[in-house]
């Protein structure tokens, strides 16, 4: 079985996983830091196995029949793509655009970082108009690339978007939610649950070389509240500078 069926977030959805990183070309400072595929299960031996299994069989001819067979037998509305992992080259886009365009009945989402790359982007943008696709950029405060003048609509780490109701506990899981397979215009924004708010806006200024005023007011307030990272700012211009 290359699926998995289901975990605490999805519920009983099921979801395929990559290796993390070494499948993520569109990755940013962010992921290199805080990556969830870092941390817990993710990084058991016989967790990294089955991600490199499943690398190993994406890259061969009869990935699309088996994926659609274990999919099928899953008898679930909605399939997310990739809890770790990411789209990694354009054949691989178009095996999972076969696979949607055959189980229309099934709806496909999640989110992905490789909008960043431009050879990736027009078999992506193609899988994402589907009409039972419902996939979203990724996007965190490192970097300043801007998915929204391409139509996307964007998942992002403590940034623009309504708030994933799973975060405050509000929904069990994301098989009774359903926002983010049933609805494509939707923006959704979630907690960093994986390291200190501190440490990532100060990441994201040093990758930016600057940032907004209200970035540097969320900066000024957490340095009150919390000590991790040692941080001068003044506030010029309608930008913060930091001196780390
Ligand atoms: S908004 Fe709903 S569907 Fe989307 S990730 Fe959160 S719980 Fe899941």
């Known amino acids: 079985m290359l699926i998995s069926r289901g975990n605490s977030k999805l519920g009983k959805l099921p979801s395929f996983s990559l290796p993390v990183i070494t499948t993520c070309p569109g990755k940013t400072a962010f992921c290199n830091l805080f990556c969830y595929g870092f941390k817990g299960m993710f990084i058991l031996p016989s967790v990294k ?79 994402r108009d589907l009409p039972n696709v419902y996939m979203k950029a990724s996007i965190d405060a490192t970097d300043f690339l801007d998915p929204f003048s391409c139509g996307w609509r964007v998942w992002s780490i403590e940034g623009k978007g309504v708030p994933c109701p799973h975060d405050s506990k ?53 340095h009150k509240r919390r000590k991790e990272v040692n941080i001068g700012t003044s506030l010029h211009n309608g930008k913060a500078y930091l001196r780390l």
């Open 49 to 127: 196995d089955v991600n490199e299994r499943r690398l190993d069989a994406s890259l061969k001819s009869d990935f699309v029949p088996i994926i659609i067979k274990e999919i099928q037998k899953t008898r679930a509305p909605a399939f997310r793509l990739h809890v770790i992992g990411d789209f990694y080259m354009p054949e691989y886009i178009e095996k999972w655009n076969q696979i949607a365009t055959e189980l229309t009945e099934v709806a496909f989402f999640g989110s992905t970082r490789s909008w960043r790359c431009d050879y990736l982007i027009k078999p992506l943008e193609e899988f």
């Open 170 to 222: 509000m929904v069990e899981d994301c098989l009774a939610c359903g926002r983010c397979w049933t609805h494509k215009d939707t923006d959704t924004s979630f907690r960093l649950r994986w390291g200190h708010q501190v440490t990532y806006l100060a990441l994201a200024f040093k990758e930016r070389g600057g940032i907004n005023k209200a970035m540097g007011r969320s900066i000024l307030s957490l």
